[in-house]
C-alpha cells in the first residue's frame, strides 16, 4: 500500500542541524540512512511513511521544511 502523498510527488527538505558527535548509534545511522553527512547539510526526500519515522527518530538532530 502507498502513500497518497508519495505518489503526488510531495517532498521534504530535511537538514541537519546538531552534530551526531553525543547521541545514540541508532540515531546516527537514522541520520545517515536520511542522507546526512554534515552540519547543514540538506536534502530533499519524498514524503513517506519511513522517511517520516527515521526524522520523528530524530527530530532532536534535524529541521524540516515541507516543499511542493
Given at each position: 500500500?502507498?502513500?497518497?502523498?508519495?505518489?503526488?510527488?510531495?517532498?521534504?527538505?530535511?537538514?541537519?542541524?546538531?552534530?551526531?558527535?553525543?547521541?545514540?548509534?541508532?540515531?546516527?545511522?537514522?541520520?545517515?540512512?536520511?542522507?546526512?553527512?554534515?552540519?547543514?547539510?540538506v536534502r530533499d526526500l519524498i514524503d513517506s511513511p519511513s522517511v517520516?519515522?527515521?526524522?520523528?527518530?530524530?527530530?532532536?538532530?534535524?529541521?524540516?521544511?515541507?516543499?511542493?
Amino acid at each position: 500500500m502507498t502513500n497518497s502523498k508519495a505518489k503526488a510527488g510531495k517532498t521534504i527538505r530535511v537538514r541537519l542541524y546538531k552534530s551526531i558527535n553525543s547521541c545514540q548509534e541508532r540515531h546516527r545511522i537514522s541520520v545517515r540512512a536520511l542522507g546526512l553527512r554534515k552540519l547543514n547539510d540538506v536534502r530533499d526526500l519524498i514524503d513517506s511513511p519511513s522517511v517520516r519515522g527515521l526524522i520523528n527518530q530524530v527530530s532532536y538532530l534535524v529541521r524540516i521544511e515541507e516543499s511542493a
